[in-house]
């Protein structure tokens, strides 16, 4: 057994059995040894950032962690965007960042670069292991590092020599962290704080907006208490038979329009709403001037358990309300537009499928038609660094396998990790992939207005149209092995998308809207 | 005038013009500001990593840098990779990336992150321009900075409000630092270390590479002296016309069967040589034990000064051996191979091209037949960040418009930054890509063995195969807008390559190899 092994049988005896890969020389004895552990699955992503919003997925859907196998320094770079997503989504990522042997860093190789400092923002521990016979220990100090609470990428660094030298140990057993409740103190200030307020709303975020989570919070509405949650969710279950918080709104001035005259505010798993960007003469924060705000519980907490100790403290109902399943019995007609494609993906979507939303201007009508679909999952882009629509439904696929995975993706979010596509093909992943194509950056043109930049010239034009040329997206997804289609009217994407939720493994829809 | 106005003023003012992009809402007042700037010329690339790497390119054509518009860390941590290579290419960049408005930063937006510590590894230079008024000062701090010498990326953050603000400014004038011929002391010691050595060799590198030091090399190999490059070139000329030193061995105990013997090694704007990675039971370092090691002169200094005056010191002939111009007159037959693509590209090369190198297993056959074609000028993968081949030709074909640009890549380097095709299909640049097609990660397969890790089984196979399912290139390239063929046999690629350097604008040549 070398130190590659030891790191693998590791990470299998603590239940960490896929891997997100882009290896390279270095990484050559991790990738050796996985010949002789059959229960770690290599999934090959033809860039790291594939890699890393893959493991993103996984985790958000399995709760537990994936690892990668990334290429020192610029492989980690390469998959640094999608693990800023998910240190947003506290995602437990165990990150394996193959280095030169110890003794050869010192002669600054081309490669050779400062992992530890490159890692660091976006890590919630780094270590490197540099002897072989430490890997087992530090693997398992990884992956309970790496379940946070509440969670959040780790970067093992190992050296090529720590991976082929003989490292005579047995795997090493890591302990999850428990998450504690908030003590009954608090929840009875939460309670009181409650009942004295005129117009309070609680927060979810994190944990909080889970299924079991949901229920309880179920029970706040219905004891006739405002319940939203964050803007953008790591996971939520959505449609039928499922409690629907409202969300706080993406820009600024509908958010503080949405919480007037609101005097308290209650976090539960999440912190002070803020704005996604900074505008000339708009405030940063978004809780209203003079609102009290308090915390039933942190991020680091067990959201459940608080949610249902003040749901009793509050004398709430057992149950709350949730969705009704409604959903258009005809298909929407005309031309193809995000609300009718909405409307069609509501029709057709499956109990229990997964959303995968990278959407960015066009998520909107699907969001509000499938509030009353069939029950699915939806996973968010939390840290706002696009291209994390098809990476995250790679790793959904492979966490849940019998579920349909879909990914919806704005075109120029989708350019950024195109190379997910044959991941889907290779693996036979049961997504379907909807683009839309609007040809531009359609959020910039909205935000330029917004940030008081004014309309777009020649010269800034150039910097938000993608139509020139125009992408074949349809050509483009079938170069990747995805069979795929291009659905110019509202008749077409519901019968293509009809179609992709009745048939196995992966399709592409370009919706041109 | 606003922040971003004095900051493109002030890059315009110093003949920076070329902005290599991907802009977020942070980024939408420096985007403006280009309406009102004509001579900046924007570039959109539809991944960062692309916008680093065609940066690069420009860089090192130009011999001045380019700047980049990046999006938050995010934004830069895609671009990363490339930027590592540009550091080891020694490439002035000018990195302007977007951040959060100042006193937004403190909320931790879902975009927040933390930049300087993000950007440091790669970047010269870290300054955030925090207001407006200093806007134009730090950006000429910084474009002086990235010339060093030896040049290099550099990183200026503008927070969203320093580039909305009112700036009353004028553009500020950087001055480009001087490089320093070593002094006549350490010109003779060498002459005298060189004339008393058994078996001396010359190792050249950055600097010590271009056109004008070359010519000097020449001369000291005409006195007799070996002269050598390093491995992975910034920029070379070569072909006829040209002196052609040797070059150091990729794999270390060809490198150090190569140098048995010499007992002096004289360092020209460059360092020790080192094995790209550590193997077992080989050694680090490529300089033979024993081996008196010298330097003429470093990075920073002046390597054509340097030469020009230990040639004199030498008393060398004025002017040195350079290659004849010898190409095959008949198009090779047979099955495509990487030989007779070379042979067909020396055979077609124009005058005063630029090849852009990610070719990795594939590039020795090209190198060894272009060694006798028309002058040309080969820019190399430096910093062993695959990904870097199309990037490179677009800011090649950006700087030097007049060029025919070629790119040659392995197909697991293009998949890494493939959204490049569509930047050469806007711009129009007169670039010719290939790629070599060998559906593996080739040169993974010869590592793993010479890594001691084995052969691959199954699991390993997994990671280092990219033939399943099969890329369709053609169709890849088609789909981003650059007009593409297929080529199997050697007199296909022949024809192919000699079309496509007889016409202008972008193609793409699969080389099914």
Request: charge should be negative; glycine fraction near 10%.
């Amino acid at each position: 057994m070398n130190g590659a092994d030891a790191l693998i049988e590791t990470l299998v005896a603590n239940e960490v059995t896929a891997c997100f890969a882009n290896p390279g020389t270095s990484e050559m004895q991790f990738v050796s040894a996985l010949d002789r552990q059959l229960a770690m699955r290599p999934v090959l992503c033809l860039f790291e950032g594939v890699a890393t919003g893959a493991a993103d997925g996984y985790g958000r859907m399995a709760g537990k962690p994936a690892c990668t196998l990334l290429h020192l320094g610029p492989g980690y770079g390469n998959g640094l965007a999608n693990l800023h997503n998910a240190r947003r989504a506290f995602t437990p990522i165990v990150n394996v960042i193959g280095d030169h042997a110890t003794y050869h860093r010192q002669y600054d190789a081309p490669l050779n670069s400062d992992i530890p400092t490159i890692v660091g923002p976006n890590s919630l521990w780094v270590r490197s292991a540099d002897s072989p016979e430490t890997v087992a220990a530090i693997t398992a100090e990884a992956i309970t590092a790496s379940y946070g609470p509440p969670g959040g990428p780790v970067s093992l660094i190992l050296p090529a020599d720590a991976a082929w030298l003989e490292a005579d140990s047995e795997p090493v057993k890591a302990p999850v962290p428990v998450r504690h409740a908030p003590s009954g103190e608090t929840v009875e200030a939460m309670a009181k704080a409650l009942r004295a307020a005129a117009k309070p709303v609680l927060l979810l975020g994190s944990q909080a907006t889970n299924a079991a989570a949901l229920v309880q919070a179920s029970r706040l509405a219905a004891a006739g208490y405002r319940v939203l949650t964050d803007t953008f969710i790591a996971r939520q279950p959505r449609g039928a038979g499922v409690f629907r918080p409202g969300a706080m709104p993406y820009f600024a001035e509908a958010a503080l329009a949405d919480l007037a005259g609101v005097d308290l505010m209650i976090y539960v798993g999440t912190v002070v709403p803020v704005a996604f960007f900074a505008y000339p003469d708009r405030p940063s924060v978004l809780a209203p001037e003079g609102c009290e705000t308090l915390t039933l519980c942190t991020r680091q907490e067990d959201s459940v358990a608080a949610l249902t100790a003040l749901g009793d403290a509050l004398g709430a109902p057992a149950t709350g309300p949730v969705q009704p399943l409604t959903i258009a019995e005809a298909s929407p007609t005309g031309p193809l537009t995000p609300q009718s494609a909405g409307i069609s993906i509501a029709r057709h979507l499956l109990e229990g499928a997964v959303i995968c939303d990278d959407s960015v201007t066009s998520g909107g009508g699907v969001a509000a038609a499938c509030a009353t679909a069939r029950p699915h999952d939806v996973l968010a882009l939390t840290g706002g660094a696009i291209g994390v629509g098809m990476p995250l439904a790679i790793g959904a696929g492979v966490a849940a396998p019998a579920s349909k995975i879909v990914s919806l993706n704005g075109d120029g979010a989708a350019m950024y990790t195109v190379q997910s596509l044959w991941t889907m093909a290779r693996e036979n992943l049961d997504v379907t992939v909807v683009v839309f194509a609007n040809h531009s950056y359609r959020i910039l043109n909205i935000e330029m207005g917004r940030t008081g930049a004014g309309n777009p010239g020649p010269s800034a034009s150039k910097l938000l149209d993608l139509g020139d040329p125009r992408i074949d997206w349809v050509s483009l997804a079938k170069s990747l092995g995805v069979p795929a289609v291009r659905c110019a009217t509202a008749e077409e994407f519901d019968a293509a998308f009809a179609r992709a939720m009745n048939e196995s493994g992966p399709k592409f829809i370009e919706a041109a809207i």
